[in-house]
C-alpha cells in the first residue's frame, strides 16, 4: 500500500528566502513521485517527478526535490521565492508495481509575502 | 489548442437534479481520470479507464457513473446531486496506466444548492 503525508497545510515565507515544502511517503514498492502545482482556479501542473534515476530532480521554475530513500522523505526546494509561487502545492506517489494508483498528499498552500 | 478540457467549467444546480461532465484529450493517451477535489483542496481519485476500459473505481456512490466512449473520452454523470457532491472535479489523462505523468484539466467547479 501506498500513502503520502505533506507535513505542513501551509508555509509563509518572505520573497526572495528559501522554500521547503516536506513531503514523506510509504511505499511497498519503488514508488515514483511527483510534485503538482495548483495556481488559484487553476488545473494542477506538474513541476517535477522521480522514476529512479538521479535522486536530485531538478523542475521548473527553479523548483528542486530530494529523494532520501532512508528518510522516506521527497521534499521540494526553491533557492528563492517569488510572489508568483504563490499556489497551493501536492506530493504524490505512484508504485511502480503496484496498483499505480496516484495518491495525492493534502497539500500545502504556499504564502509568500512581499 | 487544449490538452485535456473540461465542460462545463461551472456547473450550478439543484439538490435531486442529474448532471453531467464532459472530458476530451488530444494528447493521444490510452488512460483518463476523474478526480474531486473538495473545499479543503483534498484531491481524491474516483475512476480511472484506461483504453476504454475501467481499472479503477474507488469508494464512489453509485450515483457517479463514467462514461468513455473512446479512448480520448471521459464522461462523468451524476444522477441525484446532493449537497456533499458540490466540489471541483478535474479530469487527467497520462500516456497508460502506471507511474506516468498526470495532464489535468481546468475543473469544474460543481455547486449544488
Known amino acids: 500500500a501506498q500513502s503520502v503525508t505533506q507535513l505542513d497545510s501551509h508555509v509563509s515565507v518572505s520573497e526572495g528566502t528559501p522554500v521547503l515544502l516536506r513531503c514523506n511517503y510509504s511505499s511497498s514498492y519503488s514508488p515514483s513521485l511527483f510534485w503538482y502545482v495548483q495556481h488559484p482556479n487553476k488545473g494542477l501542473q506538474l513541476l517535477l517527478k522521480?522514476?529512479?534515476?538521479?535522486?536530485l530532480v531538478k523542475g521548473i521554475n527553479g523548483f528542486e526535490a530530494e529523494f532520501k530513500k532512508s528518510e522516506t522523505s521527497f521534499h521540494l526546494t526553491k533557492p528563492s521565492a517569488h510572489m508568483s509561487d504563490a499556489a497551493e502545492y501536492f506530493c504524490?506517489?505512484?508504485?511502480?508495481?503496484?496498483?499505480?494508483?496516484?495518491?495525492f498528499g493534502r497539500g500545502t498552500s504556499l504564502i509568500v509575502h512581499p | 489548442d487544449t490538452a485535456v478540457s473540461q465542460t462545463p467549467k461551472y456547473l450550478v444546480t439543484q439538490m435531486g437534479n442529474d448532471k453531467s461532465i464532459k472530458c476530451e484529450q488530444n494528447l493521444g493517451h490510452d488512460t483518463m481520470y476523474w478526480y474531486k477535489q473538495d473545499s479543503k483542496k483534498f484531491l481524491k481519485i474516483m475512476f480511472s479507464?484506461?483504453?476504454?476500459?475501467?481499472?479503477i473505481n474507488e469508494t464512489v456512490p453509485n450515483r457517479f457513473s463514467p462514461k468513455s466512449p473512446d479512448k480520448a473520452h471521459l464522461n462523468l454523470h451524476i444522477n441525484s446531486l446532493e449537497l456533499g457532491d458540490s466540489a471541483v472535479y478535474f479530469c487527467a489523462s497520462s500516456p497508460q496506466s502506471g507511474a506516468n505523468v498526470l495532464t489535468f484539466g481546468a475543473g469544474s467547479r460543481l455547486t449544488v444548492l
Open positions: 504524490v506517489v505512484s508504485e511502480r508495481g503496484g496498483s499505480y494508483i496516484p495518491t
Open positions: 479507464y484506461n483504453n476504454k476500459e475501467l481499472i
Open positions: 522521480y522514476t529512479s534515476a538521479a535522486t
